[in-house]
C-alpha cells in the first residue's frame, strides 16, 4: 500500500494513520522523504542534490500507527501487507 503525507508548515507534525481493512502489515515499510531546511530552498549547478529524495526503513507494527512528518516536507509510505 502506498500513503502520501505532505507537511507544509515549519514544525514537523505527528499524524494518526489508520488503514482500514488491512489485518497486518508485513516488515519491510519504507518512507520516501523530500524536504529542505528552508522554504527557499533549491537544486543548482553547484548543489544539484541540495533537495533530493532519500528512502528511510520505517516500522510499523499494525494497520493503526503514528507517522512523524518533517517540515516542509512530502512522504511516501510503502507499506507491503
Given at each position: 500500500?502506498?500513503?502520501?503525507l505532505?507537511?507544509?508548515?515549519?514544525?514537523?507534525?505527528?499524524?494518526?494513520?489508520?488503514?482500514?481493512?488491512?489485518?497486518?502489515?508485513?516488515?519491510?515499510?519504507?518512507?520516501?522523504?523530500?524536504?529542505?531546511?528552508?522554504?527557499a530552498?533549491?537544486?543548482?549547478?553547484?548543489?544539484?542534490?541540495?533537495?533530493?529524495?532519500?528512502?528511510?526503513?520505517?516500522?510499523?507494527?499494525?494497520?493503526?500507527?503514528?507517522?512523524?512528518?518533517?517540515?516542509?516536507?512530502?512522504?511516501?509510505?510503502?507499506?507491503?501487507?
Open positions: 500500500m502506498i500513503v502520501k505532505v507537511n507544509p508548515v515549519s514544525e514537523s507534525r505527528e499524524v494518526s494513520i489508520q488503514l482500514e481493512g488491512a489485518h497486518s502489515i508485513k516488515p519491510g515499510a519504507t518512507a520516501v522523504v523530500l524536504a529542505g531546511k528552508n522554504l530552498d533549491e537544486n543548482s549547478l553547484d548543489a544539484p542534490t541540495n533537495i533530493s529524495p532519500r528512502t528511510v526503513p520505517i516500522e510499523v507494527k499494525s494497520p493503526s500507527f503514528n507517522q512523524v512528518v518533517p517540515a516542509r516536507a512530502m512522504m511516501v509510505l510503502r507499506l507491503p501487507l
